[in-house]
C-alpha cells in the first residue's frame, strides 16, 4: 500500500544529504543503511556540518528591513515571492518544501540520536544520556522555528486550537506522519524536551558552541518564553543562561574588522552557535533601515559595504554579508543561534515592560557600549517607559538584523498591535504590496508540498 507521508519524502531528502556528509566516518551498507553502532558515531552524528545550518535565507526576506529593486511583474523566483509575502514560495508541487523541508531533515537527525542511542555500544550510560539530551534540545529549537512560521503567534486564548505543526518523534521513513499539533502543543513540548534534557547536559560547549550545553538550554527557553510574550518567565532564563555559559559581548572598539574575532565554532558571546543555510550569503537592506543607525556604530563597518555615503542615498547599492567578509574566505558568521547580546536585550525589554527602567537601561548600555565608537558613545537615557522599550527593541534589530529572528518578533509584536503596515515598493518606488496589521501572511502557508502528501490537512489562510 502506498504511504502519503511528507515526513517520508523530507527523511528521503535527509538520507541522502547525510549519505554524502557522513561516509566520511560512517560505512554504509549495500542497502544504503547508515551503520551508527558506538557511542561514538552518534557523537559524531551531532557534529554533521547539515545541522550547523539551522534556517534558510528566505525568511530574512519577510521581514521590514529587507530591499529589492530587481522586482519583475509578474514576479518570479523565490525572493521575490517571499518578498511580497505570497501565500506559496513554489508553485512546483514536485519542489523541494523550502524551510518547511530543512526543519524536518534537522529533526531527523535528532530524531534518530534519540531512537538509536539506548541501544549503541561502547560508550557509559551517562555518555548516552548527554547525547540524548543534546538531541532533544537540537530538536526543541527546530520545533521553535517551525512552530513561529506555520503557527499563529501565540495567543493563551487561542493557543489550544491554533494549527502548527506535526510533532515528530521518529527517523522511521515507513511510518505514518502524524497529524498537525496545536500551537499550545508544540510549545508545551519544547518547554518539557528542554526541560528534560538539562540535567543531563554538558555544563559547557566551550570547545563547540554548535553542541549542546546547559547555557544553551537556558538560552532556547529564554528565546520560547519571549515568543509566547511571557516576559518575566524569558528574563528569568536569559538570566540563567548568562549565569550558565558565556556572558561576554565582543568590543567591536578592539577589533579592526569582525574578521579578526573567534570564529563561532569558539565565539565568546555565542551560546548555542547555529548558522544560515548558506553563510556566504548577503542581504540587501532597506534604505530607512540603514538610516536608523547611529552613524558611530561599527556593525555598519563590519557588517555591511559599502557604507561610503553613511546617508544611503540610493536603494540597492549596499549590502549585509552574513559571513562578516568582504574578499576571500570567511573567519567569521553571523550568529543564527543564541548569544549573550541577545540574552541582555531580553533581560532588558522584560524589564522596561515590568517598569525596571534601570534594569533595561544598564542591560542595554552593556550591549550598545561595545557596538558604537568610544569617542562618540552616548549611553541612552531616558525615564519614560514606552520610549526605553522602544529603544530596546530598536537595538535587537540593529543587533540581529538577518538571522531569521526578526519576522519571528514582528509576529508578535503585531500581536500586541505595536506593528504598522510595511509596504514593498518597485524599482520605481512606489507601493506594490502590503502587509497590514494582523494579516493572515504573518503565518506561512504549509508548503503544497507538503499537502500533497497530506491532502486531508487543513490549510494555513
Known sequence: MKIKNAYTYLATCAVVSLLASC???????????QLLTTVSDYDLWLNSSEIEGCEPQD????????????????????????YLWYPQLNPDVTAYPLIWGQHYKNIYYFNTVLTGIDDAGSGTAAQKA??????????????????????????????????????????????LMPGRSTVQQIYDRIITDIQTAIPDLPANNNKNRYRGSVGAAYSVLARTYLYRRNYP?????????????????????????????????????????????????????????????????FRLKFWYTPTTNLNFPTRGTTFYYQSGGRSGPASFYANWGTGVAEMRLIIAEA???????????????????????KANYTP????????????????????????GTRWFDMRRLNAEGRMPTVNRLDPNGNVIAALAPNSARYTLQIPIQVLFYNPDWPQNP
Open 59 to 82: 525568511l530574512n526576506l519577510f521581514g521590514d528591513n529587507v530591499d529589492n529593486i530587481s522586482l519583475t511583474n509578474p514576479p518570479t523566483g523565490i525572493s521575490m515571492l517571499a
Open 23 to 33: 561516509n566520511k566516518y560512517l560505512d554504509i551498507e549495500p542497502k544504503g543503511k
Open 380 to 403: 541612552f537615557s531616558s525615564a519614560d517607559g514606552p520610549t526605553v522599550l522602544q529603544a530596546v527593541l530598536s537595538e535587537r534589530v540593529f543587533e540581529m538584523p538577518y538571522n
Open 351 to 373: 524589564a522596561a515592560r515590568n517598569g525596571d527602567l534601570a534594569t533595561a537601561l544598564r542591560q542595554l548600555d552593556s550591549v550598545r557600549k561595545c557596538r558604537i565608537a
Open 130 to 175: 548527554s547525547l540524548k539530551a543534546e538531541a532533544l534540545l537540537g530538536r526543541a529549537l527546530e520545533y521553535l522555528y517551525l512552530v513561529n512560521e506555520y503557527g499563529k503567534p501565540y495567543d493563551s486564548a487561542s493557543a489550544n486550537t491554533d494549527l502548527a505543526v506535526p510533532f515528530v518523534t521518529s527517523n522511521d521513513l515507513g511510518s
Open 233 to 297: 518567565k524569558a528574563q528569568e532564563y536569559a538570566q540563567l543562561a548568562l549565569g550558565s555559559g558565556p556572558n561576554a559581548v565582543l568590543d567591536y572598539n578592539t577589533k579592526p574588522s569582525i574578521e579578526n574575532s573567534e570564529r563561532l565554532v569558539r565565539s565568546a558571546e555565542a551560546i548555542y552557535a547555529r548558522t544560515a543555510m548558506l553563510t556566504g550569503a548577503t542581504e540587501r537592506p532597506a534604505v530607512t533601515f540603514l538610516r536608523s543607525f547611529d552613524k558611530n556604530d
